[in-house]
């Protein structure tokens, strides 16, 4: 018998029936117990973003390559924000750090201990697609103790990092699919040893990435207040809990992304088996991107979209990035969370507003030949 699906969304929420259709493929593979999709959903290449599917069997297909993708959130204190200076003061994250050459550089200060499985490629690199790092601000309180447990207060400003394990993840998929395909791993131990390596990797990554931040803009850095992954898998009482796009969701704080031109949520999440123990990652793909590159470039031109409807900045040297990660490409995070708030799954404690969001280094105004190094130079994406 296939595994049950519940769709925790409202009947008013956008959700495509391929990511519905997408659901019950998955509960039909040997093993399959309970395949929760978020409100967030949408479909993936072979299996959806925004689900939490339980089995009995572990399926590294389900995961995904970018193991250990996830968002952290860092307190940061400046004595002035303003956007425009903000902006351009933001370091080159498309460029790795290197141990040897990069040996004086501070943020290596947030290492403790080795480098998860020994692996240089893109440390301390955001990556590309929906990739990015985010100065923001405090607005709306809506649990004003829970928020001055986390030591938040309206106005204060946040730095929200959101990325994975880079190459990482997508070597140890590979390795698993070029004998496996989307079948499940017989040695089970022997990837979660892997894949447990890539969790460290990532949340090392976004640390170090925060600290070259906090370094460029005149502040020091401080530790994560929030850091959950949402591609990961889960040995919870005997059965494994795949996680793609689904964040924990078992009484842990997550912020919850909208998008560069909109608010973001963190919320206490509080969902329970049903929900496999899982809320959403963010607004949650409505347009493919080529979809959203061609309706983006027949309404906006590149400088509207680097401007957003909340008067953030977007810094981002990609002009097709641009379109592809629009807003409206996104669906409304306020009905994510509603219907997360409605199946109580999550009660939202602050909402942030962007002030600067990074995609990728604008180097439209550098030199030829300073671009041409900074390529040669830069972190796979």
């Not at 933001?90 to 290197?98: K, N, T, V």
């Not at 793609?244 to 963190?266: C, E, F, H, Q, W």
């Not at 977007?314 to 969370?337: H, S």
């Amino acid at each position: 018998m296939p595994a049950t699906v519940t769709v925790f969304a409202s009947p008013s929420s956008w959700i495509e029936s391929d990511a519905v259709a997408q659901c019950h493929q998955v509960a039909a593979f040997d093993g399959m117990i309970h395949v929760a999709a978020m409100p967030d959903l949408h479909p993936g290449k072979g299996a959806p973003i925004g689900a939490a599917m339980a089995s009995t069997v572990l399926y590294p297909f389900l995961v995904g390559s970018d193991i250990g993708c996830g968002i952290a959130v860092f307190p940061l204190k400046l004595k002035r924000a303003v956007p425009e200076k903000l902006a351009a003061r933001f370091p080159d994250l498309d460029r790795a750090l290197d141990p040897e050459q990069d040996a004086d550089d501070p943020a290596w200060a947030v290492l403790d201990g080795d480098i998860p499985a020994g692996h240089l490629e893109g440390l301390g690199t955001v990556g590309r697609g929906n990739h990015f790092v985010e100065l923001a601000r405090i607005e709306t309180v809506f649990e004003p103790g829970h928020a001055s447990r986390l030591g938040l207060a309206p106005g204060d400003l946040v730095l929200i990092v959101h990325s994975g394990s880079r190459g990482l993840g997508e070597r140890i998929l590979r390795a698993h699919t070029e004998v496996h395909g989307a079948g499940p791993t017989p040695d089970p131990a022997g990837y979660l040893a892997m894949h447990d390596d890539a969790l460290r990797w990532g949340s090392l990554n976004r640390r170090l990435m925060a600290a070259r931040v906090a370094h460029a803009l005149g502040t020091e850095p401080t530790e994560p207040i929030v850091d959950q992954c949402h591609n990961l898998v889960e040995l919870r009482d005997g059965v494994y809990l795949h996680r793609k796009g689904a964040a924990p969701g078992d009484g842990r704080d997550v912020l919850i992304a909208g998008t560069r031109g909109t608010r973001s949520y963190l919320v206490a999440a509080h969902a329970g088996p049903e929900a496999n123990h899982s809320v959403a990652h963010g607004a949650g793909r409505k347009m493919s991107r080529a979809d959203a590159l061609r309706r983006g470039r027949a309404k906006h031109t590149v400088e509207e979209l680097r401007r957003t409807p909340v008067g953030s900045l977007v810094v981002c040297g990609d002009r097709q990035l641009l379109f592809e990660e629009a807003p409206t490409a996104y669906k409304r995070i306020e009905q994510v969370i509603a219907d997360l708030v409605d199946h109580d799954l999550a009660t939202p404690v602050v909402t942030t507003v962007p002030l600067v969001t990074y995609k990728t280094p604008d180097l439209g105004s550098t030199p030829r030949q300073e671009r041409r190094e900074h390529r040669r130079t830069r972190g796979r994406s």
